[in-house]
Nanobody, 115 residues
């Protein structure tokens, strides 16, 4: 069973930065897509960033220019660098991976942006 384990969340002030990590239990090059989603209080889960096996990255408009998705194949880890954080970025952030129609989710890591 594939496991995804997120870490790196926490409390940060507006304008601050955090780097989330998603450790995958197997070779991340086996997956078609790696993504980060988030779900804020009272909101639906939304896509934040994607990274395909072809190294193409895509971002939601609300994080473009502030967030960067990347991966380290040697560590089987996907990252989300988040800069210039805003209170609206407060959410539980989830790592997602798929192999064709097989979908895998992590348990999430909480990010709170507040002064």
């Amino acid at each position: 069973q594939v496991q995804l384990l997120e870490s790196g969340g926490g409390l940060v002030q507006p304008g601050g930065s955090l780097k989330l990590s998603c450790k995958v239990s197997e070779n991340i090059f086996n997956f078609n897509t790696m993504r980060w989603y988030r779900q804020g209080p009272g909101k639906e889960r939304e896509l934040v960033a994607s990274l395909t096996v072809g190294e193409r990255s895509e971002y939601a408009e609300f994080v473009k220019g502030r967030f960067t998705i990347s991966k380290d194949g040697a560590k089987n880890t996907v990252y989300l660098q988040m800069n210039n954080l805003k209170p609206d970025d407060t959410a539980n952030y989830y790592c997602f991976a798929n192999i064709l129609s097989r979908h895998f989710w992590g348990q999430g890591t909480q990010v709170t942006v507040s002064s």
